[in-house]
């Protein structure tokens, strides 16, 4: 059993794109605010900091969750994965990213971190997504500059891109 | 944010003892309503006991004539278990359909019924199916758990293990989402099971309720015709800036037709 007192600070660790790192975090410290004011990840963006814009959106051991809604002390020992680690160190952009890029999937890009992540985490359960499962899979975020059409071409693309590569591999074996 | 202590249970045992330990403790699972109350101040627990690491808690098993779901199990496990999709895939349409992709990957089955939002999904799935709440007291059966708006049977210091679902005939579960939120402005489960038919309505009403002129009709005959021309009284539905109470009970007499549709489907 984990006990804090209500103004302590807990040393929270825990794998972040990859790499340990470690903060102070009060149980009432959200992950959100702890990802970019202890350890220094501003590319998750804070929005409504309630639950519904999807802005902060993280994956957490995998699976896409709002880090808004999900205490730092909550996140202690498990995996975060963020936008900064979907490209490699001054690596390329991922292809998930290249596609964002090519159908203008972005443009004042505030929500476009959280997004990313959802579509990271959905592009790895679905490999033959239909638009309106991407369109469902995207209900969960606000983006007030490009209606959304870019995005859903974008995922469609890397989707297809993905199938196509695979069907490679296996036709190379 | 006000400020609270932080529990991180051990086991079931180490959660009760926390719980009993403090009249102001709450029990926090997947988060995803409990953390918005307290951002915006409306929750003041002393103490969260969170759960989230107790996995014996979370699971979906299929036991004979039914199906047992762990309360610590996500909406999106439920969403995809094929063991849901085999018996009660009306369930899984259910838990496929709250709100979105992140709040399905966090938010768990004990923690919505417990909660009882009137506009939540699982309310009606229970009662509908006829579902039993276990607890580490006692068994409850659902038409007994939900008492109220966000009011339960559940003691102070009780704690939900699983539901213990019947598996049916045939379910069918059809949802009017409020379009921006995605909670229920009306929801029907619509069930034919060995004891009958039943029929239960989220969204609606400030609880969950059974519409027993519509189980009877469906009862003698299992068509969405069946339920032509009955009316359902608006008195006492729920008012909002989203739907008044004589569109949500007319969306009752529309939605239930087209449960019973989808549960023949």
């Known amino acids: 059993m984990l006990k804090i007192e209500a103004n302590d600070s807990h040393r929270v660790t825990l794998t972040l794109n990859g790499r340990e790192r470690s903060g102070n975090a009060r149980p009432r410290t959200l992950l959100s605010d702890f990802l970019r004011h202890e350890l220094g990840a501003t590319g998750t963006h804070v929005g409504c900091e309630h639950g519904v814009c999807g802005a902060c959106t993280v994956r957490v051991d995998g699976v896409a969750s709002r880090a808004c809604l999900m205490l730092a002390v909550q996140a202690d020992g498990r995996r975060v994965d963020t936008v900064e680690g979907l490209a490699g160190d001054d690596g390329p952009l991922s292809d998930l990213q290249a596609a964002f890029r090519r159908h203008h999937a972005l443009q004042c890009g505030f929500c476009t971190a959280g997004i990313l992540n959802s579509c990271a985490d959905f592009l790895g359960r679905e490999r033959d997504p239909s638009e309106a499962q991407v369109r469902d899979m995207l209900s969960g975020h606000l983006c007030r500059c490009t209606g959304y059409t870019g995005i859903v071409r974008a995922v469609l693309e890397v989707a297809a891109q993905r199938r196509e590569q695979r069907q490679e591999e296996r036709d190379d074996v | ?265």
Do not use: W
Request: glycine share 10%; proline share 5%; aromatic share 6%.
């Open chain 2, 1 to 265: 944010m006000y400020a609270f202590e932080f529990h991180r249970a051990s086991d079931i045992d180490d959660a009760l003892k926390q719980l009993g330990a403090d009249d102001e403790a709450q029990l926090i699972a997947g988060g995803q309503t409990l953390l918005q109350s307290l951002r915006q101040r409306l929750a003041m627990p002393s103490t969260l006991v969170d759960l989230g690491g107790l996995t014996e808690l979370a699971g979906i098993e299929r036991d004979g004539d039914a199906l047992n779901i762990g309360a610590m199990t996500r909406h999106a496990d439920v969403a995809g278990a094929a063991a849901v999709h085999d018996a009660i895939p009306a369930l899984a349409v259910l838990a496929g359909g709250i709100g979105d992709a992140q709040v399905r990957n966090m938010g768990t089955l004990g923690g919505s019924i417990a909660n009882n939002d009137p506009a939540a999904d699982y309310p009606a799935g229970l009662v509908g199916l006829g579902a039993t709440v276990v607890t580490t007291e006692r068994e409850i059966a659902a038409d007994d758990f939900f008492t109220g708006m966000f009011e339960t049977a559940l003691g102070e210091h009780e704690l939900i293990l699983g539901v213990r679902f019947p598996v049916p005939r045939r379910a069918g579960y059809v949802k009017f989402p409020q379009p921006a939120s995605r909670y229920v402005l009306v929801s029907v489960m619509v069930a034919e099971t060995d004891e009958g038919v039943r029929v239960a309505v989220s969204g609606a009403g400030p609880c969950v309720f059974r519409v027993p002129e519509m189980e009877r009709a469906l009862a003698a005959d299992f068509r969405p015709e069946a339920l032509d021309g009955i009316r359902v009284d608006p008195g006492g539905l729920n008012e909002d800036l989203h739907a008044t109470p004589e569109y949500r009970a007319h969306l009752v007499g529309v939605i239930a037709r087209r449960a019973v549709a989808a549960a023949l489907s």
